[in-house]
């Protein structure tokens, strides 16, 4: 096969690629904003609070009567969770386990937490 005629194939596979790479949907702009410290927040309450919690910015949470985390600021600052979070979350009904986090955690939660006010 003719070096030209190779090349041309070459060029043709790569721009075959680059296609279907451009139909490939992109995340979210706010999933790449996430700093470390957001993401770390992410995973801790994926880890704790998504059974019950919808953590992200648009599914239901799997438990009806457990608020969606997107909404808590529209009640009152999450910063207001550090202290709670900190020396446990009691909760009033009973199905609620009670949550410690240590300090940097609580950072990253809160990290989190505020990237679902944008």
Known sequence: MPDKELLRMNLAGIA???AILALIPSPA???EALSPS???G???LRVSCANCHSIDK???SPLKIAPPFRTLHTHYPV???EEPLAE???TGHPTMPEFRFDPGQVG???AYLKSLER
Do not use: C, F, H
Request: charged share 20%; glycine share 4%; net charge negative.
């Open 38 to 40: 957001a993401q770390r």
């Open 42 to 44: 992410q995973i801790l």
């Open 58 to 60: 648009v599914t239901p």
């Open 16 to 18: 075959a690629a680059m």
């Open 79 to 81: 910063e207001n969770l």
């Open 88 to 90: 446990g979350i009691i």
């Open 108 to 110: 990253d939660i809160i």
């Open 29 to 31: 702009k706010s999933d």
